[in-house]
Antibody, heavy 123, light 107 residues
Framework: ELQLVESGGAVVQPGGSLRLSCRGSGFPFDDFAMHWVRQIPGKGLEWVSLTTWDGGNTFYADSVKGRFTVSRDNSENSMFLQMSSLTPDDTALYHC????????????????WGQGTSVTVSS | DIQMTQSPSSLSASVGDRVTITCRASQSISRYLNWYQQRPGKAPKLLIYETSSLQSGVPSRFSGSGSGTGFTLAISSLQPEDFATYYCQQSHSLPLTFGGGTTVHVK
């Protein structure tokens, strides 16, 4: 079964840092670009970041650029999101998701999603 | 950034009804448009990619159409498990952007 499981969410104070993890199973993790997408409770979806299959290229939403860093360790079938200078606007459920095919980063949708890990930024 | 606008934001329907949801892009995205379904407390699920291609395992009552800036998701005969929120998403260029969602309620 194709699966993604996120972890690392927590309650953190404004200005704080957090590292999220996403572990994949049931597919060749190192073949696929991976994404982070967040969702404010009761609201819509916001794309956050993308890492290519080898971590060689990374991309970010303007709202997190310079504060968040995505990385991956293919030997552990894992992707990470290092978050710093957190603000209340970063409060959300963070999902990781897989690009649908191995030959593109995002054109044809995200076909496997994790349940998400919750980040709350509050004093 | 490409803005995605969905309508309606919510609708009420009955089992067996035909339902259509519209998504409009702020600029042409060719056919790089995907649809997701999200049930309460669950992760989004890819239904349709590249405007009209059905993701593996998705029932054939779901269909998509459109190109350029206007797109439609149709459910031919609504089933109980289809009461959920639906999102369109453009994959033409980064940043990927999603519509605001359409929630399908029981009438």
């Amino acid at each position: 079964e194709l699966q993604l499981v996120e972890s690392g969410g927590a309650v953190v104070q404004p200005g704080g840092s957090l590292r999220l993890s996403c572990r994949g199973s049931g597919f060749p993790f190192d073949d696929f670009a991976m994404h982070w997408v967040r969702q404010i409770p009761g609201k819509g979806l916001e794309w956050v970041s993308l890492t290519t299959w080898d971590g060689g290229n990374t991309f970010y939403a303007d709202s997190v650029k310079g504060r968040f860093t995505v990385s991956r360790d293919n030997s552990e079938n894992s992707m990470f999101l290092q978050m710093s200078s957190l603000t209340p606007d970063d409060t959300a459920l963070y999902h990781c998701a897989k690009a649908r095919t191995s030959d593109q980063y995002f054109y044809f949708g995200l076909d496997v999603w994790g349940q998400g890990t919750s980040v709350t930024v509050s004093s | 950034d490409i803005q995605m606008t969905q309508s309606p934001s919510s609708l009420s329907a009955s089992v067996g009804d035909r339902v259509t949801i519209t998504c409009r892009a702020s600029q042409s995205i060719s056919r790089y448009l995907n649809w997701y379904q999200q049930r309460p407390g669950k992760a989004p699920k890819l239904l349709i990619y590249e405007t009209s291609s059905l993701q593996s395992g998705v029932p054939s009552r779901f269909s998509g159409s459109g190109s350029g800036t206007g797109f439609t998701l149709a459910i031919s005969s609504l089933q109980p498990e289809d009461f959920a929120t639906y999102y369109c998403q453009q994959s033409h260029s980064l940043p990927l952007t999603f519509g605001g969602g359409t929630t399908v309620h029981v009438k």
